[in-house]
């Protein structure tokens, strides 16, 4: 089942072009990557695909429902973890329900059930600042999830890590994957990556973003891949 589609989302920014006919969509507990050049409006579309700015033309539909233009019903985590310094790792991470409207108490309750599954047992009293970088996005994206549970969208997630930590990472994603089932949306730079992770594969090109490919890449061998790799760099022209 179609869980998000965006159909036919064009949107210039400040004059200039920047989405140009973007359709595309996510199944239920489907992992779907993003890849493109930097400065294709990859982050534009996760802005109004969660509702913070409006496109031009076009429509954001969810579980069957026109969602254009209305946040609150998708989690974006965005580039950078955007935590807040001055609140505990679990305040930070309880926020987004309190905001829903529960208690502080229930909320950090909520979250404190969590910590384990995303290994940030014992840190729940440390501050974002005393986090290593992946802890820090770990922390971000379990509050994303709280959010809302069953479509994430993940921008770069774990571009600013270092190559150990971002594999490590991506093993734990795929693992979290099999335990929460959602939809994930994500965009990143890095090929391999996206060939790990995904199920299917958007490629975007230069500005205007436009979709130039789609790979289904779920299953594939090796080989079927390292051909996919090779198709996804002559559209990146890399
Ligand atoms: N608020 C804004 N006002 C005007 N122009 C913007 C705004 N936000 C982004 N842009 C421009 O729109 C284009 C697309 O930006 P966007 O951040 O969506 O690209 P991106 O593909 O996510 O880039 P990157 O991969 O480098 O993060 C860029 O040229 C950027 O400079």
Same mark, same amino acid.
């Given at each position: 089942?179609?869980?998000?589609?965006?159909?036919?989302?064009?949107?210039?920014?400040?004059?200039?072009?920047?989405?140009?006919?973007?359709?595309?969509?996510?199944?239920?507990?489907?992992?779907?990557?993003?890849?493109?050049?930097?400065?294709?409006?990859?982050?534009?579309?996760?802005?109004?695909?969660?509702?913070?700015?409006?496109?031009?033309?076009?429509?954001?539909?969810?579980?069957?429902?026109?969602?254009?233009?209305?946040?609150?019903?998708? %989690?974006? $985590?965005? =580039?950078?973890?955007? +935590? /807040?310094?001055?609140?505990?790792?679990?305040?930070? &991470?309880? !926020?987004?329900?309190?905001?829903?409207?529960?208690?502080?108490?229930?909320?950090?309750?909520?979250?404190?059930?969590?910590?384990?599954?995303?290994?940030?047992?014992?840190?729940?009293?440390?501050?974002?600042?005393?986090?290593? %970088?992946? $802890?820090? =996005?770990?922390?971000? +994206? /379990?509050?994303?999830?709280?959010?809302?549970?069953? &479509?994430? !969208?993940?921008?770069?997630?774990?571009?600013?890590?270092?190559?150990?930590?971002?594999?490590?990472?991506?093993?734990?994603?795929?693992?979290?994957?099999?335990?929460?089932?959602?939809?994930?949306?994500?965009?990143?730079?890095?090929?391999?990556?996206?060939?790990?992770?995904?199920?299917?594969?958007?490629?975007?090109?230069?500005?205007?973003?436009?979709?130039?490919?789609?790979?289904?890449?779920?299953?594939?061998?090796?080989?079927?891949?390292?051909?996919?790799?090779?198709?996804?760099?002559?559209?990146?022209?890399?």
């Amino acid at each position: 089942m179609t869980k998000l589609e965006a159909l036919n989302i064009c949107k210039t920014l400040d004059g200039l072009y920047t989405l140009d006919n973007i359709s595309l969509y996510l199944k239920e507990q489907e992992l779907v990557v993003i890849v493109g050049p930097s400065g294709c409006g990859k982050s534009t579309l996760f802005h109004i695909i969660s509702g913070l700015i409006n496109p031009d033309t076009g429509r954001i539909i969810i579980d069957g429902r026109d969602h254009t233009g209305q946040t609150g019903r998708v %989690g974006y $985590m965005q =580039q950078k973890d955007l +935590l /807040l310094p001055f609140r505990t790792v679990l305040d930070n &991470i309880a !926020l987004p329900l309190v905001l829903k409207g529960e208690s502080w108490q229930e909320a950090r309750k909520k979250a404190k059930s969590y910590l384990s599954q995303f290994g940030l047992e014992g840190f729940a009293d440390y501050y974002p600042r005393q986090l290593s %970088g992946g $802890m820090k =996005q770990r922390a971000a +994206l /379990l509050r994303t999830y709280l959010f809302a549970s069953d &479509i994430l !969208l993940l921008d770069e997630p774990f571009a600013a890590l270092d190559a150990i930590t971002r594999h490590k990472m991506q093993k734990w994603l795929l693992s979290l994957r099999n335990q929460y089932n959602p939809s994930i949306l994500f965009i990143t730079h890095d090929i391999e990556e996206a060939l790990l992770l995904a199920d299917r594969i958007y490629v975007f090109s230069p500005l205007p973003g436009r979709v130039v490919g789609e790979f289904a890449v779920k299953n594939l061998t090796d080989e079927e891949k390292s051909l996919c790799k090779k198709q996804i760099m002559q559209l990146l022209n890399m």
